[in-house]
């Protein structure tokens, strides 16, 4: 149960302010007491003011049909709101590009701030040059900043701040699923600080997003050095879709291990033929004496940080730019194996056989998230001696070849997990020495980048909270 602070309690100019609204959203989240401070500030400027564009640079976009397709040349990547917080958007859905031309203000564009305005209200996301081309769905609030009058990146950091989250998700309206629109916060009211404090922001959010272009960058290019470093560039472009479907196959020599079509489909049969072709090892022997398993299933314990709490990091939150919305457990009753060591390489292990789901897909545990928990639903990977390293092993994992060979391998009824037998005979090439030293400090320079934004997008927001709580205070 939460309860009003009583130093600061609900008066009835407050009902005023928010319309008479009865339900306690709107002051418990600490938005009334954001939109207090920020009134003694000696000057604001509503949100509208400060932003231009379709419908005056505050909107989303209506409902419509999605049509998605496979082929490249006739798609567009498309972006939900779970999708903006992703840091690698290489597995995005694509949108039929007919149906998406008859939207272009849906089309993202560099300097947008993304907020999602559907069910869970006020996730946030910065538009960096990379996401040109990109759209998006009617769950995605697109605020942009007018020309010469406000700079992208010193309005994002606002907007995520403590400040500026309180009052975009106290506006939420819905019974089940809550919605915010455009006019909820146009009369945002927006600090003003002066040309230095908010070019200095801005610039470390846009270095910021340099070092998360560079990320994604770096581990595509990681990926393609792989197969083209032991022989395979063709699983580089896989086209799985345009290949002919699984339908009619034979299958010969069976064994115990499984009796289910969908393990033996030829597409990925084929993959994993060409993986064996070259020099491999399996699996199962490069993580002897590592790790191959998932994580074990516990009682939670809520906590905090400031009782030595550990964030638990779910499949939902794996592939994010930063871990956001998980919970925080005690760190005492959080078993050991869920901390995993460096460069860990992660696989969704437990899901639903969805074409856009998480399961199969890889990332790698370093840096900034070494200190976190994971859950059971992660694969751990690690090999068992330093010749291979996870970074390498990671470059080959994160590919559509590796993904569309793990969910070959799903078992169960319900939701799928990963046959243990045939994870242990996933062929991986190997590539030489000199190759594997250099692929593997390509991925490990990506993640240093990633780890970087982060660290300069937490400088920029801290100094607008000091410049807030400084002038405040006067």
Sequence with gaps: MKLVNPSNP??????????????????LSGAQEAKKLLERLSRTEK????????????FNGPKFSR???????????????????EADFSFLPRL???????FPYLEIEPGMTLISCSGTIGRMAYVRSDMKGIWSSQHVMKVVPRNGRMLSGYLYTFLRSPYGVPMIASSAYGAIIQHIEPHHIAGLPVP???????????????????????FQKGVVAATEDFFKSVGLPELNDLRWHQQERDLGFAVTGLGSMSLRAMNYGRRASEITAALASVEARTLGDICEGGLLSTGPMFKR?????????????????????????GRVL???HTPRQCFVPDETVMVGAQGLPSENGLLGRAMMVTGRWLPHAYSQHFLRISAGSSDISGAFLFSFLRSEAALRVFRSMMAGSGPQSLHRGMLKAFPIPLATAADRTR?????????RDRDRADVLEDQALALLTEAIEKEAAV
């Design 67 to 85: 049509i998605y397709l496979h082929d490249p040349e006739h798609t567009v990547p498309f972006l939900g709101s779970a999708d903006m917080m």
């Design 330 to 332: 005690s760190r005492a």
């Design 301 to 325: 314990i809520d906590s905090d940080y400031e009782h030595g709490g550990t964030l638990l990091v779910g499949q939902r939150q794996g592939w994010w730019n930063r871990p956001e919305d």
């Design 439 to 447: 692929i593997a400090e390509t991925v490990r320079q990506a993640y």
């Design 192 to 214: 003003r600080f002066g040309e230095n404090l908010e070019q200095e922001i801005h610039d470390l959010v846009e270095e910021a997003s340099l070092l998360r272009t560079a």
């Design 10 to 27: 609900v008066t009835s100019a407050w009902l005023a302010e928010q319309g008479f609204r009865l339900d306690p959203a709107p002051y």
């Design 96 to 102: 039929s590009k007919e149906v998406a031309d008859k």
């Design 47 to 58: 949100l509208s003011q400060v932003t231009a564009g379709h419908n005056g640079g505050i």
